[in-house]
């Protein structure tokens, strides 16, 4: 997901572009704003910590752009692409390490294990569901 700071920097194209290059299949995209009770939902297994206010009110600051991509080791190799939580700690080439600083301003989401990608996946295309399609490179990006 690109937060609401990625979102009015810019950085959509930006971000979208680098899944897209690395061979992943895109399934699922919308922007939205879906307001404060959905994204407690989202962040609910960090609504004991001390920055979840802040958390939720920065995510509730503006739209986001959801996505869903599809390709070989997605989640794990996804959030190496975002890069660390804190851009400070991101190499660059992230696009934390490359695009922010501040850890309550990161730019992006992105899933942290398959489990929590269904859930995810659940909550924010439930509704419309993802879109199932054959990439014309599928078999120039994987070899089966
Ligand atoms: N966050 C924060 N302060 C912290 C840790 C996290 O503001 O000390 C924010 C940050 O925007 C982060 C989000 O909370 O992306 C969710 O935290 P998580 O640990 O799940 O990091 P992520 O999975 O996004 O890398
Ligand atoms: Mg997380």
């Not at 879906?34 to 503006?62: A, R, T, V």
């Not at 794990?76 to 301003?105: C, E, Y």
Request: charged share 25%; aromatic share 8%; hydrophobic share 35%.
């Amino acid at each position: 997901m690109v937060k609401p700071d990625g979102v009015q920097r810019g950085l959509v194209g930006e971000i979208i572009g680098r899944f897209e290059k690395r061979g992943y299949k895109l399934v699922g995209l919308k922007m939205c704003a879906p307001g404060q009770q959905h994204l407690e939902q989202h962040y609910e297994d960090l609504k004991e910590k001390s920055f979840f206010p802040g958390l939720i009110k920065y995510m509730n600051s503006g739209p986001v752009v959801g996505m869903v991509w599809e390709g070989l080791d997605a989640v794990k190799t996804g959030r190496s692409i975002l890069g660390a939580t804190n851009p400070l700690q991101s190499a660059p080439g992230t696009i934390r390490g490359d695009f922010a600083l501040a850890v309550g301003r990161n730019v992006c989401h992105g899933s942290d294990t398959v489990e929590n990608a269904q859930k995810e996946i659940n909550l924010w295309f439930g509704k419309e569901g993802v879109t199932k399609w054959a990439h014309h490179s599928d078999a120039w990006v994987h070899e089966k």
